[in-house]
C-alpha cells in the first residue's frame, strides 16, 4: 500500500505560480513512479506530468509543456509539481498518484494509488 499527501494548492492570479508537494508513505511508496493528475470543472481527469521512481524519465501534456515541471526527492519519498504561468484553465483540483512499478506511466489506468486531491484556482 501506498498512502499520498498533496499539499500548496490555492488561489493564484493568471501569470503567477505554485508548487505542489505530494509526500509518498508505505511499504513499497519508495520505489514507484508518480503523476501528477487534474480534473477541472466539467473536464475530465488530465494526466499533466509524470516521472519514473529514478527521476530519470518524464512526461508532460502538450498543455503544460513549458510551464510545468516535475521533480522528486527520492530522500523525502516527495514528488513535485512546480506550476509557472499559470492560466485560468489549469484551475482544477490536482491529484497526486502512483502506480505499483518504477517506470513512469503516461495513462491513468496505470496509477493504482491516489491521494486527496488540491484544489488549484487561477483568477484571470
Known amino acids: 500500500q501506498v498512502q499520498l499527501v498533496e499539499s500548496g494548492g490555492g488561489l493564484v492570479q493568471a501569470g503567477g505560480s505554485l508548487r505542489l508537494s505530494c509526500a509518498a508513505s508505505?511499504?513499497?511508496?519508495?520505489?514507484?513512479?508518480m503523476g501528477w493528475i487534474r480534473q477541472g470543472p466539467g473536464k475530465e481527469r488530465e494526466l499533466v506530468a509524470a516521472i519514473s521512481f529514478s527521476g530519470g524519465s518524464t512526461y508532460y501534456a502538450d498543455s503544460v509543456k513549458g510551464r510545468f515541471t516535475i521533480s522528486r526527492d527520492i530522500a523525502k519519498n516527495t514528488v513535485y509539481l512546480q506550476m509557472n504561468s499559470l492560466k485560468p484553465e489549469d484551475t482544477a483540483v490536482y491529484y497526486c498518484?502512483?502506480?505499483?512499478?518504477?517506470?513512469?506511466?503516461?495513462?491513468?489506468?496505470?496509477?493504482?494509488?491516489w491521494g486527496q486531491g488540491t484544489q488549484v484556482t487561477v483568477s484571470s
Open positions: 498518484a502512483a502506480r505499483g512499478l518504477p517506470i513512469v506511466a503516461t495513462t491513468l489506468g496505470q496509477y493504482k494509488y
Open positions: 508505505g511499504r513499497t511508496s519508495n520505489s514507484v513512479a
